[in-house]
């Protein structure tokens, strides 16, 4: 339980700018924080649930792969990569938890060599030693309590002409705190950190994506 006073300011793990303190949520308080660089918010590391409860949480998830709602939900990414990419590219799911559903759904359209990898569900860090065409970051990066160092895996991961295709909900640029506070995405207490248009085109410039392709539904990074 957390009763003290947040913190007027905090280091951004996107970044590591002095991001100034934007609310609090819940009784006891979720603080938050936004950053006057990088346009992100982001939950302070005091109010993340352990280890053990982050795991319980998604495997709550009721990620079916056979559930025509859920192939339909990431068919941004697999409609994408079946337009941009051959069979025989490589791929990399990354994050893919407890269900795959976007590998399924590209294998069913003849790609074959997909790699998953998820911290808790896939934890087989050789396929981190390879690199591919493109990569899946399906509601992912979200989770992301280093962001910076995603990032920077994710495109040491990419080929130079591969892509990164991700899918998160977007906060919209200069979000009022009651806009955020009415906002669901926040309810989750996995998310931990959320993106604005301008967090994105930060992270295209920063981490040496040549573009960024910003949809309601699909982010890319080529």
């Not at 609090?24 to 649930?49: A, Q």
């Not at 949480?57 to 339909?72: A, G, K, L």
């Not at 060599?113 to 896939?122: E, S, V």
């Not at 050789?126 to 591919?132: A, F």
Request: proline content about 6%.
């Amino acid at each position: 339980m957390n009763f003290n006073k947040p913190e007027s300011h905090y280091y951004c793990p996107l970044c590591e700018s002095i991001a100034d303190y934007f609310c609090s949520i819940g009784k006891h308080g979720r603080d938050y924080y936004k950053c006057k660089r990088c346009s992100s918010v982001f939950l302070h590391p005091k109010s993340f649930i352990d280890v053990s409860s982050e795991k319980s949480r998604y495997e709550e998830h009721n990620n079916d792969v056979t559930d025509p709602r859920y192939q339909n939900f990431v068919s941004p990414i697999t409609e994408a990569i079946a337009n941009h990419f051959f069979e025989d590219s490589d791929g990399l799911d990354y994050g893919c938890g407890t269900g795959p559903v976007a590998s399924v759904v590209l294998e069913q359209k003849g790609f074959k060599k997909i790699a998953l990898y998820d911290p808790f569900f896939q934890p087989d860090e050789k396929v981190l030693d390879n690199t591919y065409d493109f990569i899946i970051c399906c509601e992912v990066m979200e989770h992301f309590y280093g962001p910076k160092d995603e990032f920077l895996r994710l495109r040491k991961l990419l080929r130079p002409t591969g892509k990164l295709f991700c899918k998160t909900s977007i906060l919209k640029d200069h979000a009022s705190e009651d806009y955020f506070k009415d906002w669901w995405y926040n309810n989750d207490p996995t998310h931990v950190f959320f993106y604005t248009p301008s967090t994105l085109k930060y992270i295209a410039e920063q981490f040496n994506f040549s573009n960024v392709t910003i949809d309601p539904k699909l982010i890319t990074f080529g």
